[in-house]
């Protein structure tokens, strides 16, 4: 007979299939939602990169307004050349295969993170579905279903480059594609050299060099207009003080912060965010904390850039999965308090005072701020690996 400890494994295995089939069901019922919106209306940042790339096929270039459009397209050349083939393709299409795509990147995100927790807690059957189920359901991953964005494939390949090809030999090739796609993942190069990756991090800037390299041979005009123009003045019209915007930048803006006095602050808090948080970041990498020293690093990049919408924020959820304390029933709450925050955010909080006003419209840049600065953690091991 078997001893009573085998026993009980063998009962607890049983629940294992069935509870993972009804966590992809719950999944599947998130994600539908998505679907349907492509078949009703363009999606919005989506229908900004196919104007703008069928613009480009028609020789009028990438940037500028247009048509009836609020923005342009505000990405390198580079990232108007991976686009290109939304051109060919009907925009219903093109939407529902995005759309797909995008759940496709949240089960593959949640699928690395399962894999990589630093505290068990449970078996992969089910916590992949279960961490899927919480990706799709929060906030950053509902705004990249609603605008069709491209931000969840960059965090996809940072995550994979980081935790998935750590130590491969083509680690750093994804970080300087996403970089070379949208700039903020380049603080992910410093990052991979911090952390005793330098061949990753040589890579990387290596791939983004030459990404930018094709996007000046493919399209010359257009590169001179972003790197000289673009650049410098993408934000101008875009209402970067609205709540969606969580950067440092924006919250000096909604405090009244304005011309040089702006600029000033701006820098002097997102050097020190940088300095500090990578720092931290160092440190958990060495003490064995990858998923919390990447959070880290992502929620600094929320920070200090400039524009920071809902879609770009799913590295502080990640965060809710790198913690890892001395102590299990403060793991639990400081991960339940990210989630919950992440999912619901604070609902009538702007009814308990200034403070409450204030966390309203911030909550989230406060987040990523005590992620990024103060969050506590422990090493699960004191060397570096590789």
């Given at each position: 007979?078997?001893?009573?400890?085998?026993?009980?494994?063998?009962?607890?295995?049983?629940?294992?299939?069935?509870?993972?089939?009804?966590?992809?069901?719950?999944?599947?019922?998130?994600?539908?939602?998505?679907?349907?919106?492509?078949?009703?209306?363009?999606?919005?940042?989506?229908?900004?990169y196919t104007t703008a790339v069928s613009s480009f096929v028609h020789g009028t270039g990438l940037y500028g307004l247009h048509g009836s459009l609020r923005s342009g397209f505000t990405y390198p050349p580079f990232a108007g050349l991976v686009l290109l083939p939304l051109a060919a393709v009907p925009e219903t299409t093109s939407g529902v295969a995005w759309t797909a795509l995008t759940v496709l990147a949240a089960a593959g995100i949640a699928l690395m993170v399962a894999r990589a927790l630093p505290r068990r807690v449970g078996p992969v059957a089910v916590s992949w579905p279960a961490l899927t189920v919480l990706a799709l359901a929060s906030k950053p991953l509902q705004s990249n279903l609603r605008f069709g964005q491209v931000s969840i494939f960059l965090t996809l390949a940072v995550v994979a480059d980081v935790v998935a090809l750590d130590g491969h030999r083509w680690q750093g090739v994804l970080t300087g594609l996403a970089a070379a796609i949208k700039l903020t993942p380049l603080l992910f190069v410093p990052y991979l050299w911090l952390i005793g990756r330098r061949r990753a991090a040589a890579l990387a800037a290596l791939v983004f060099g030459g990404a930018c390299l094709i996007g000046f041979a493919v399209?010359?005009?257009?590169?001179?207009?972003?790197?000289?123009?673009?650049?410098?003045?993408?934000?101008?019209?875009?209402?970067?003080?609205?709540?969606?915007?969580?950067?440092?930048?924006?919250?000096?803006?909604?405090?009244?912060?304005?011309?040089?006095?702006?600029?000033?602050?701006?820098?002097?808090?997102?050097?020190?965010?940088?300095?500090?948080?990578?720092?931290?970041?160092?440190?958990?990498?060495?003490?064995?904390?990858?998923?919390?020293?990447?959070?880290?690093?992502?929620?600094?990049?929320?920070?200090?850039?400039?524009?920071?919408?809902?879609?770009?924020?799913?590295?502080?959820?990640?965060?809710?999965?790198?913690?890892?304390?001395?102590?299990?029933?403060?793991?639990?709450?400081?991960?339940?308090l990210i989630i919950a925050l992440m999912l619901l955010g604070l609902p009538g909080i702007q009814d308990v005072g200034a403070v409450g006003r204030w966390l309203a419209v911030n909550h989230r840049a406060a987040l990523a701020a005590v992620v990024a600065c103060a969050l506590p953690f422990v090493a699960v091991r004191r060397r570096l690996s590789g």
């Amino acid at each position: 007979m078997l001893d009573n400890p085998e026993l009980a494994r063998l009962r607890a295995d049983r629940w294992i299939l069935p509870t993972g089939v009804a966590l992809w069901v719950i999944a599947l019922a998130v994600a539908i939602q998505g679907f349907v919106r492509p078949l009703r209306q363009p999606l919005a940042d989506l229908h900004v990169y196919t104007t703008a790339v069928s613009s480009f096929v028609h020789g009028t270039g990438l940037y500028g307004l247009h048509g009836s459009l609020r923005s342009g397209f505000t990405y390198p050349p580079f990232a108007g050349l991976v686009l290109l083939p939304l051109a060919a393709v009907p925009e219903t299409t093109s939407g529902v295969a995005w759309t797909a795509l995008t759940v496709l990147a949240a089960a593959g995100i949640a699928l690395m993170v399962a894999r990589a927790l630093p505290r068990r807690v449970g078996p992969v059957a089910v916590s992949w579905p279960a961490l899927t189920v919480l990706a799709l359901a929060s906030k950053p991953l509902q705004s990249n279903l609603r605008f069709g964005q491209v931000s969840i494939f960059l965090t996809l390949a940072v995550v994979a480059d980081v935790v998935a090809l750590d130590g491969h030999r083509w680690q750093g090739v994804l970080t300087g594609l996403a970089a070379a796609i949208k700039l903020t993942p380049l603080l992910f190069v410093p990052y991979l050299w911090l952390i005793g990756r330098r061949r990753a991090a040589a890579l990387a800037a290596l791939v983004f060099g030459g990404a930018c390299l094709i996007g000046f041979a493919v399209a010359p005009h257009d590169s001179a207009a972003f790197w000289g123009n673009y650049l410098w003045h993408e934000s101008y019209g875009l209402p970067l003080a609205e709540g969606g915007n969580q950067s440092i930048y924006a919250v000096l803006l909604r405090a009244g912060a304005q011309g040089a006095t702006l600029g000033v602050l701006w820098v002097c808090l997102g050097a020190a965010v940088v300095a500090l948080g990578l720092w931290r970041a160092r440190a958990a990498w060495v003490g064995g904390q990858r998923l919390f020293s990447l959070a880290v690093v992502g929620c600094v990049s929320i920070l200090v850039s400039p524009i920071s919408w809902t879609h770009h924020q799913l590295w502080i959820l990640l965060a809710a999965a790198g913690v890892f304390t001395a102590n299990a029933s403060v793991d639990f709450a400081l991960a339940a308090l990210i989630i919950a925050l992440m999912l619901l955010g604070l609902p009538g909080i702007q009814d308990v005072g200034a403070v409450g006003r204030w966390l309203a419209v911030n909550h989230r840049a406060a987040l990523a701020a005590v992620v990024a600065c103060a969050l506590p953690f422990v090493a699960v091991r004191r060397r570096l690996s590789g």
